[in-house]
């Protein structure tokens, strides 16, 4: 029943006099009172349903992203920092593939950020608990982020580590290739091969 038409139907009954009017007024007023309760509560639930459904759909994304940064975690933690140079530079180009993962997933995380404002701003009911969610996920990513350029420094710092030694080990040998040339009891058999042979030496070891 439209409220029009119980209006309509009390008009009547007034203008025709009924003996009745005056109670079934009253029960049409009850009728509308009720009506109106029903639409209020209607309209309270009908809001509560979209919070709950905003706060779900909140948790279901916050979850997702929750489970990829920690997939991702073991490998920025990892203390492999590579044997040689070689396998120094292949981890760290694996970081940088990494890195650029995590740096692009900034957009998501800002993305969540949005949905907790307007949940906050339009004072939910889950509010505290959708902040609080929110807040753990930002401390994740930025833990990330500190831990991928930390485990970048480690590696750019065994790299130079192993550089050093190789370049050591470099002059180590042509130390050592000087030293058997200038220690060489084979003085030639002439004096043109003597000759030749201290020119090399000298040419050498300057």
Sequence with gaps: IRDRDVTGVQTVLFRSEHFAAEAISKKIKELQDKRSKIKEISGVRKSQLNDSIQSQTFYAEASEADAWMKERRPYFANSDFGSDEDSVELL???????????????????????????????????????????????????????????????????????????????????????????????????????????????????
């Design 92 to 206: 760290i180009k694996k970081l940088d593939v990494v890195h650029v993962d995590l740096t692009n997933y900034k957009v998501t995380i800002d993305k969540l950020h949005t949905q907790c404002i307007e949940i906050v701003e339009k004072n939910h009911f889950d509010l505290e608990n959708v902040a609080k969610t929110m807040g753990i996920l930002k401390e994740t990513y930025s833990d990330l982020q500190k831990l991928s350029d930390k485990r970048r420094q480690k590696l750019l710092d065994t790299q130079k580590l192993y550089q050093f030694i190789r370049e050591c080990d470099e002059v180590i040998e042509w130390i050592q290739e000087q030293m058997n040339i200038a220690g060489s009891e084979d003085y030639g058999k002439d004096v043109d091969r003597k000759s030749t042979r201290l020119n090399s030496s000298h040419i050498t070891i300057s």
